[in-house]
């Protein structure tokens, strides 16, 4: 029962100093300020500015995700060894794998955090994007521009808040990292209001909800690369961690087309390319073109496979937290 | 020296067998040898200093006693169990040389977080918090981040978190480091409270004074091995020397026993006024400055 306070407190406190450090706070607003201009930047969409929306919305929560998870973590835990702050706790009695775990789960917390403020600006994405629309309230081409300027007023009014409340005392990182989240779910709810001509309209989001799917698989790759990143950090100072997270992040970009010629026929090369995490399974946004879905028992499969993988590195960080001398 | 006495009437806190600590490179080839076969063993109720130069292996035992570091050869045991054991470090209260603080927590904050790690309840960990925030003097700013903090507040919270679980086994390294004469003072005078409640109390530190005004046990490092251990007393204690002190003013009379102890002895003894130490100096004008006494500044011989 000890443990579970113990796991709580530590998850909170690491949370809490992952989201009060300023890059956290800027790669997310960046995320979704980005998210917000690719419709609107659009040049040359082929015909498809909804998926070009779509894609490039997943695309930067998978890579600011990826950025926020492994700065998160190798923080968390290679800058608090060094720092002695791990020191500290782990000369209470606290155990050493409810010390990872925890760090684990507060750096989940953040990154699912992020992934609602990512989410959202996706599906708002989507919504603001050129399209022709064929209903009884609006048919023809139109572009959402009043949620476009709504999202991207999102984050500067979050950050203006923040600033407000930090007159009052609250701490302005944290506040507007949480706000940043609160900011385009706002929008999300009131662009429901409007079409996408911005005329008032019986309530309706308006949104693709085919990509809440291949969202929460971009998700679930972001716990999955945290869990890697705090298994390298538990020995590896922060630069070197940083270094390993690149290199296990591109070569699980690459593994299907280097290895995967190679696997069927070489079980070294299987071996490897098992051993390697496949992002490709989290990226699922192809399946979406020409109206497609992404199918339940995909995205069940694609989950088990983070969450085995996750599982795993988390096994692997706990055995190798065990024996590493803490001299902070 | 260094072989445990199995007749001794306490069981020992902490125990240190043969320990050697060695520091390897990234290719696993010995680096520095920070500890060389260390045996020490500290009792219930004791104040036990660990003196020695910088990079003497003072820090480094330390954290092999908590688990931190791994002792390469040799057997540390805590409260008769292997060092790092959960169980154990329940009963340890640890300053660090630094205090590790979580910058963005406030002193309140810090000692709830910490309170919590050791499954205090709420009621609980209020009380033990503002009564350690009385006690290292931090009431006044309690609802301030400790990364603002100067280095002798840092001290201050740091040794509150340190007794936040009100350990039986108290472990400081360096604990006076940045502290003013005042706090230095207050440190000293929690160290001798501690021990006068049957805590035990490792205390590492290059000030001599600190250890020799608290501490009832020393063992002296260098070099990562042990050079010297034992009582206060008994390693200090002059035997071929005889100090009385007598409370005379008169100089005619003490130029007479003077030459009786000249006349008895065959040397010349040695006659002087005994003088407070500089530390009770200070603390005297700073405490009658505190009171609002008036008049003129304390001067050599004019002190009362």
Known sequence: MRSVGQLVALARLTALEAVRQPVVLLLAAACVVATGLVPMLLMHNLGEPGRMARDGGLAFHLTFGVLIAGYASCSTLARERSAGTAATVLSKSVSRRVFFLAKFCGVTVVVLWFSLAAGASTLLAERIAEKFHQSSELVGYATDWRTARWLLAAPAGAFALAGALNLRGRPFQSVAFLLLAVGPLAVLAAAGCFNQAGAWSPYDLRVDWRLLPATILVTAALPCFAAIALALSTRLPMAPTMTGCVLVLLAGLLSAHVLGPWASRNALFAAVSGFVPDWQVFWRADDLAGGGRIAAAELLRALAYGAAYAVGALCVGCALFERTEVNG | ?304
């Open chain 2, 1 to 304: 020296m260094n072989d445990f006495d199995s007749q001794s009437p306490t069981p020992p806190v902490v125990e240190l067998r043969h320990v050697t600590k060695v520091f390897r490179d990234f290719w696993r080839r010995p680096k520095v040898v920070a500890v060389s076969d260390l045996s020490i063993e500290v009792r219930r109720g004791e104040v036990f200093g660990l003196l020695g130069p910088n990079g003497s292996g003072k820090s480094t035992t330390i954290k092999t006693i908590l688990g931190l570091l791994h002792a390469s050869a040799g057997e540390v045991r805590v409260f008769g169990r292997p060092a790092g054991h959960t169980g154990t470090l329940a009963r340890v209260g640890y300053l660090p040389e630094e205090s590790y603080l979580y910058r963005y927590l406030t002193a309140r904050e810090t000692l709830d977080f910490y309170a919590r790690l050791f499954g205090l309840d709420a009621a609980l960990r209020r009380r033990r918090t503002e009564e350690l925030l009385r006690l290292v003097g931090l009431q006044q700013a309690a609802n301030r981040p400790v990364g603002e903090f100067s280095k002798g507040m840092s001290r201050r919270i740091g040794l509150a978190q340190a007794l936040i679980n009100d350990p039986d086994l108290v472990i400081l390294d360096e604990p006076t480091a940045g502290l003013d004469p005042v706090g230095c003072r207050q440190v000293k005078d929690l160290i001798r409270d501690l021990a006068a409640q049957g805590k035990t109390v490792i205390l590492s530190s290059h000030l001599l004074a600190d250890v020799e005004h608290v501490c009832s046990r020393i063992a002296i490092l260098f070099n990562g091995t042990l050079r010297a251990e034992g009582g206060v007393r008994e390693l200090l204690v002059n035997r071929d020397l005889v100090r009385f002190t007598v409370p005379c003013a008169d100089p005619a009379l003490a130029g007479r026993m003077a030459a009786w102890l000249r006349e008895q002895c065959g040397s010349e003894p040695a006659v002087d006024n005994p003088s407070m130490n500089l530390e009770s100096f200070f603390l005297d004008v700073v405490q009658r400055a505190g009171e609002g006494t008036t008049g003129a500044p304390a001067r050599g011989a004019s002190r009362p």
